[in-house]
C-alpha cells in the first residue's frame, strides 16, 4: 500500500495559486463585435480555422501554466512517497544521523580487557556498516573542547581516525546540552529523515531529554560486578611547630564496589619521585582516611598525588596536592631597631631554623622581595614614599606581610592600618583583658578555637574599633589581631613583658599558623577544581606546555604552575569531581531504549522518499515546453 505524507503540509495552501492562470484568462477574453462582409466569405472561414487551432494552444498553454505553480506548491510542502515494503526492507532512504557520545571519565570503566568507550567505539562502527552514501553522520562528544574542532557532518560514514582520537573527558556536558547541540546541526542537512542515538553508561546525572527528533539508546554491555576504589583526597597535615622534612600526606579511598580490597597499594609521588608507599585494606561500601609519611628531598613547591593501583577505572586512581615547603624560610623584619623582642625572636628563630634577617625601611626596595618567603613589619617608623611602594607592591604580588604592634605607632602607619583592616585604631593600653573570642573558620585561628587555654591575658595591646572587619582574636570586645587577604595584625605589644597569653602552649601554635599563612604555605589556598578559572601571566599545565593569557580553564586534573621560572611562582592542585566512580545508574527518561539487536533497529524514522526534486524537474520541463509553445506561435504570427 502506497502512502504520500507532506513534511510541510502547512504550505500546501500555495495550491490555490493555481487558479490564478485561469482567473486571468477568463477576464481578458473579450466578445468581439459582428461585422458582416458579404465578399470576406472565404476570408471568414479561413479565421475561423485559426481561431480553433489558437484557443487549443492557449487552452495547452492555460493547463501547462497551472501545472508549473501546482508542482511547485507541492515541492515546497515536501511531499514524501512511502510503502510498506521500503519499511520492510533493509534498504533505508538518505538519513541524517546524530551520534552522542558520553565521555565522562567513568567510560573509561574496563571489564575483561575493555573498556567502556571502546565498546562505544564499536557501536559506531556497526553503524557505520548500515549506512549508504547518501546518508549523513555527525558525532556530538560531551567533551566541549573536542565539539569545537570535530563536531562536522560526514557523508557515508564516520571517519575511523576520527574515533581513534575520541578519548574521556572530566568536564562533560550533559545529555541535553548535546542533544541541543546535535539538533542544530542535524537542521543544517537539510535532510526529511534525521535520527538521534546516544551512547552512554548512564552514569551520569538523571535527565529528561525533549527533542522533536526520535531518540534512541543504543545499549552497552552492562557490567557482571561493578568495583571501583577511588583516590578522593590528599593534602599535607599542617606541622605545628617543628618544621622537619618529614610530612605527612593525608588521604581518603572510597571503595564503591561489593567486594573488601585488602593489601591495596597506595604510593606518594612528589616532584616526580615516588617518596613512600604501604598497603591498606577498604571494605565494601566504605571509606577511609590515613596517611602516609614522606621525607621531603629539596625546598620550594612540592608537588605530588597519592596514587592507588585499581585497574578497572584508573582515571580515579590519583589525587593530586601541592605545597610549598622551606625548611629555612628567609625572613625579613621590617624594622629601626637593632634587635629584636625576646618573644618575636623566639619565634622566629623556631620558625627559621635561624635568626631573620633586619632591614631598615630606608634600605627596603621592590628588588629586595624576590628574596625572602616572609616578610615582617616592626617598628619602622613613619611610612616613608620608598616604604609605602614596598607595602603596595606586597599586596600586588600577594605576598604576606605581618604587622606586630610595638610600643610606638606613627600617625601615618595608623592611617594606613585604619584603611587596610578597616580599623579605628586608638591609643595603647596596658590593662589585663581576657580573650574570650576565637574564629572558627579561618586557618590561623581555626585550630585553637575549641581548646583550653591556661593563661588568656593580654595586658599590653592597641585599642582599636572595628569598621567592619572580622576579628580573628578579640578580647573584651577588642580586635587583638585581623586579617585581609595576606597580611595580619597583631594589635598586642610584642615589646611588652606584661602578657601571659605569650607563655600559653596554645600560642605558638597561633604564631605559626599565622606565619605559614603570610608565608602562603597553608594548604587551602593550593587547591582548585576542576573547571575554575586561574589566572597567572603564564600557566605550565599538567603535561608540561607553557601557555601564555591572564584567564585560564582547567580542564584536566594535575597539578598548575602560576608563573613559572619567576620568584613569586606557585603551584595549584586540580582535582576532578569524583562523582563519576560511584556505581550509579541514572538512564535519561525519553529515549527509546533499543534491545541487544539493535543494529537491525537503525534507521527507524524511515518516512521515505523525497519528492520535491522530482516536482522541481517536471515543473522546469514544463517551462521549456511553455517557452517553446509560446516561441512557435510568435514565428507564425510573423509568417
Not at 231 to 260: M, W, Y
Not at 390 to 404: D, E, P, S, W, Y
Amino acid at each position: 500500500m502506497f502512502q504520500l505524507s507532506f513534511l510541510n503540509a502547512s504550505l500546501l495552501f500555495f495550491a490555490a495559486a493555481t487558479i490564478l492562470p485561469l482567473l486571468i484568462w477568463l477576464l481578458a477574453k473579450k466578445k468581439p463585435k459582428k461585422v458582416i462582409f458579404s465578399t470576406l466569405r472565404f476570408i471568414k472561414m479561413s479565421k475561423e480555422q485559426e481561431k480553433s487551432r489558437s484557443k487549443l494552444k492557449n487552452i495547452l498553454l492555460l493547463i501547462i501554466r497551472m501545472l508549473i505553480i501546482l508542482l511547485v506548491a507541492l515541492a515546497v510542502a515536501r511531499p514524501m512517497f512511502s510503502s510498506a515494503r521500503l519499511k520492510q526492507s533493509a534498504k533505508h532512504p538518505p538519513t541524517a544521523l546524530a551520534i552522542l557520545i558520553d565521555t565522562s571519565y567513568s567510560m573509561d570503566y574496563t571489564e575483561s580487557g575493555k573498556s567502556q568507550l571502546q565498546h562505544a567505539k564499536d557501536a559506531i562502527r556497526q553503524i557505520n556498516a548500515r549506512t549508504n552514501s547518501d546518508d549523513r553522520l555527525i558525532i556530538i562528544s560531551s567533551d566541549k573542547n573536542w565539539n569545537l574542532l570535530h563536531s562536522q557532518i560526514y557523508a557515508g560514514k564516520i571517519p575511523e581516525g576520527l574515533l581513534e582520537q575520541l578519548s574521556v573527558s572530566y568536564t562533560p556536558l550533559t545529555l541535553n546540552e548535546m542533544l541541543e547541540l546535535a539538533e542544530n546541526k542535524l537542521s543544517e542537512s537539510q535532510m526529511p529523515n534525521q535520527e538521534i542515538y546516544l551512547l552512554s553508561d548512564n552514569r551520569m546525572p538523571p535527565e529528561k531529554l525533549k527533542s522533536s527528533l526520535p531518540i534512541a539508546s543504543i545499549p552497552l554491555p552492562a557490567s557482571r560486578d561493578f568495583e571501583n576504589v577511588a583516590c578522593t583526597s590528599a593534602k599535607v597535615l599542617p606541622q605545628l611547630v617543628e618544621r622537619r622534612n618529614l610530612q605527612l600526606i593525608q588521604f581518603t579511598l572510597e571503595n564503591h564496589g561489593n567486594t573488601d580490597r585488602k593489601d591495596l597499594l597506595v604510593k606518594a609521588v612528589v616532584n616526580d619521585i615516588k617518596l613512600a608507599e604501604r598497603f591498606v585494606s577498604v571494605a565494601a561500601g566504605q571509606s577511609i582516611t590515613e596517611s602516609i609519611p614522606i621525607e621531603l628531598r629539596s625546598d620550594g613547591w612540592q608537588n605530588g598525588y597519592i596514587e592507588i593501583n585499581d585497574e578497572r577505572q584508573t582515571r580515579d586512581n590519583r589525587c593530586y596536592f601541592t605545597f610549598p615547603f622551606y625548611s629555612k624560610p628567609r625572613i625579613a623584619v621590617i624594622t629601626q631597631s637593632r634587635s629584636l623582642p625576646p618573644i618575636l625572636a623566639s619565634l622566629l628563630g623556631v620558625y627559621s631554623g635561624s635568626s631573620p634577617t633586619l632591614i631598615s625601611p630606608e634600605a627596603m626596595s621592590v628588588a629586595t622581595l624576590d628574596a625572602y618567603q616572609l616578610f615582617i613589619l616592626y617598628e619602622a617608623g613613619s611610612l616613608s614614599p620608598r616604604l609605602r611602594e614596598v607595602l603596595a607592591a606586597l599586596n600586588t604580588r600577594k605576598q604576606g606581610l605581618l604587622i606586630c604592634a610595638g610600643n610606638n605607632l606613627n600617625a601615618d602607619l595608623k592611617s594606613y592600618l585604619n584603611s587596610s583592616f578597616a580599623l579605628e585604631l586608638k591609643s595603647r593600653v596596658q590593662k589585663a583583658v581576657s580573650i574570650d573570642n576565637l574564629n572558627k573558620h579561618h586557618y590561623i585561628s581555626s585550630m585553637i578555637a575549641d581548646k583550653t587555654f591556661k593563661n588568656k591575658t593580654i595586658g599590653d595591646y592597641w585599642q582599636a574599633g572595628s569598621k567592619g572587619s572580622a576579628a580573628l582574636v578579640s578580647a573584651a570586645g577588642d580586635p587583638m589581631m585581623v586579617a585581609k587577604d595576606k597580611q595580619v595584625l597583631w594589635l598586642w605589644n610584642v615589646s611588652s613583658l606584661n602578657n601571659p597569653f605569650f607563655i600559653d602552649p596554645a600560642f605558638p601554635v597561633l604564631a605559626f599558623r599565622t606565619l605559614d599563612y603570610v608565608s602562603g604555605t597553608e594548604a587551602p589556598d593550593n587547591k582548585a577544581k576542576l573547571g575554575d578559572v586561574l589566572t597567572a601571566n603564564q600557566l605550565k599545565l599538567p603535561r608540561g606546555e607553557i601557555i601564555s593569557g591572564r584567564r585560564y580553564l582547567s580542564d584536566e586534573p594535575g597539578v598548575y604552575i602560576l608563573d613559572p621560572d619567576t620568584p613569586h611562582s606557585r603551584s595549584i592542585a586540580v582535582n576532578q569531581d569524583f562523582a563519576d566512580s560511584k556505581a550509579r545508574q541514572n538512564p535519561p527518561t525519553g529515549p527509546k531504549k533499543l534491545g541487544a539487536d539493535w543494529p537491525k533497529q537503525l534507521f527507524f524514522s524511515r518516512l521515505g522518499h523525497d519528492l520535491w526534486k522530482t516536482l522541481l524537474a517536471i515543473a522546469f520541463a514544463l517551462v521549456i515546453l511553455e517557452l517553446i509553445i509560446v516561441k512557435h506561435e510568435e514565428s507564425r504570427g510573423k509568417a
